[in-house]
């Protein structure tokens, strides 16, 4: 048999290739033996060298029950970050089911900003347990962090950094680096603050380590220009980071004292958070769910965005049948209503994808929307013509109505223009009104283009030929 690290060596192997969380399976069933077993030795052996995600990765392939015996077997060696790579409700079920002691312990041993990404999905009365268990310093400064709004700098920053007074020279800040403990395990800069702790600017690491020993910190520091407020909602955050291409960036108060910093792993996290939800709400999902969610928890989060689907549907059922007389009359108007309705819902989907991520990130804005209205409409109506061509040539072909080709390339035109109208307007209007166009425009969209395309294409029909 294999020792445990030719065992883990897959591991690193895969990763290298390209192909992401995925291990050798006589990697995960011994892990699974040596959890059984209680053998700690081994489980040590086989995962104390995985990074923090491939940890998650080897936990989401173990049963529940053996997630935490894993934990508690590997104790101090277990590296808790790695719960920040889990799913909500798998994280969740890992931390309700191990002790208050075993969570404080190994929250206490990670960096502030994974430890509060950790607690802030608990239950109150679970969080306080567990901060409770914490020496007063440590305690003060989560619970600061977790009294911050949700999605803000404020829940997302680290508040490990290194401060020093402007009247510091060069040499004793690269001492007091190399020296002193419990100091941050990565930074990129060295703030500078005044005896109130008010932030006065931050001197790079680049130019603290080329700069003369003697020389004072107050001669080389740079204003910070891109200073973000703990109450700055992280999305405004991610995107000042991705504008300015920023590294990390001082996190103040409301009085500009410095209490944290943001770094680029953080912003990184928050981006594919933010993306992500954006996706799932265009799909009328809900931004939290996740592969581990219960059957109840995700039926419960889809229904209303079904109901509002399938008041639309009804809208447009009613729509059809004020021109039942036409359809009775005219077999091929039932057969082709579909086609007019569903080239304008794809059309207007395309539009309302590309409105909603340009208002997501500013892109699209008061100054700029008049001249992007007017361009969709332009599309649509350049479209319209063109399917309106190539539909009149194919309903000739199969049924040899030149009349009736007539007129289901005017529905189309007038259809497509509709759908590029709808799914510009419709995000823009929702926005105005504070809604979240991303979650609410797909329903108002889908029901505007399936009206207007029955009412065109059976009301045009009904004047043809009446």
């Known amino acids: 048999m294999r020792d445990d690290q030719d065992l883990a060596a897959p591991v690193a192997a895969r990763l290298q290739e390209g192909v992401d969380h995925e291990f050798d399976p006589a990697l995960v069933e011994r892990a699974r033996e040596a959890v059984d077993s209680g053998d700690r030795e081994t489980l040590r052996g086989l995962v104390v060298d995985l990074h923090e ?18 934990i508690e077997l590997l104790g101090s060696d277990f590296d808790f970050t790695a719960l920040t790579e889990l799913d909500e409700t798998v994280r969740v079920q890992i931390l309700e089911a191990l002790s208050v002691e075993t969570v404080a312990q190994g929250v206490r041993d990670i960096d502030s900003d994974d430890a509060v990404y950790i607690l802030e999905d608990l239950d109150d009365d679970d969080k306080q347990e567990i901060l409770g268990q914490l020496p007063m310093p440590e305690r003060a ?72 020993r003697m020389v004072k910190l107050s001669e080389v520091v740079t204003p910070d220009r891109h200073v973000v407020k703990a109450t700055d909602d992280q999305e405004d955050v991610a995107r000042v980071f991705e504008r300015y291409n920023l590294i990390s960036s001082p996190v103040v108060d409301d009085v500009g004292r410095l209490v944290g910093v943001m770094t680029i792993d953080d912003v990184v996290d928050v981006i594919q958070e933010e993306a992500d939800e954006d ?169 505007i283009t399936d009206v207007v395309g029955f009412f065109a294409f059976l009301g045009i029909a009904a004047l043809w030929f009446g």
């Open 53 to 70: 995600a491939d940890l998650a990765a080897l936990l989401e392939a173990l049963d529940p029950q053996e997630r935490p015996r894993l």
């Open 141 to 212: 400064a989560l619970q600061r962090s977790l009294d911050y709004p949700e999605e803000s700098a404020g829940r997302r920053m680290q508040t490990e950094f290194i401060a020093v007074p402007p009247f510091w020279t060069v040499g004793q800040t690269l001492d007091y680096v190399g020296e002193t403990e419990g100091l941050p395990e990565t930074f990129f800069e060295v703030f500078v603050v005044d005896p109130t702790y008010r932030l006065t600017g931050s001197v790079p690491l680049d130019r603290l380590l080329r700069t003369k």
């Open 279 to 447: 996706l799932k709400a265009l799909g009328g999902v809900a931004g939290d769910e996740e592969l581990s969610d219960s059957v109840w928890a995700i039926a419960k989060s889809r229904f209303a965005w079904l109901l509002l689907n399938l008041i639309a549907a009804n809208l447009a059922s009613f729509v059809i049948s004020l021109f039942e007389g036409e359809l009775q009359k005219m077999v091929a108007l039932a057969v082709l209503m579909p086609i007019v309705a569903s080239q304008g819902g794809n059309a207007g989907t395309q539009t309302m994808t590309v409105a909603v991520r340009a208002l997501a990130t500013r892109e699209l804005r008061g100054s700029n929307a008049r001249r992007v209205v007017a361009r969709e409409v332009l599309v649509g109506l350049f479209n319209g013509v063109a399917f309106a061509v190539i539909m009149a040539v194919v309903v000739f072909a199969r049924f040899g109505l030149a009349d009736l080709g007539a007129v289901i390339a005017l529905a189309m035109i007038i259809n497509l223009v509709a759908a590029a109208l709808g799914g510009i307007l419709v995000p823009l209007g929702l926005q105005k009104l504070k809604v979240d166009p991303a979650v609410a425009s797909g329903p108002f969209v889908t029901t």
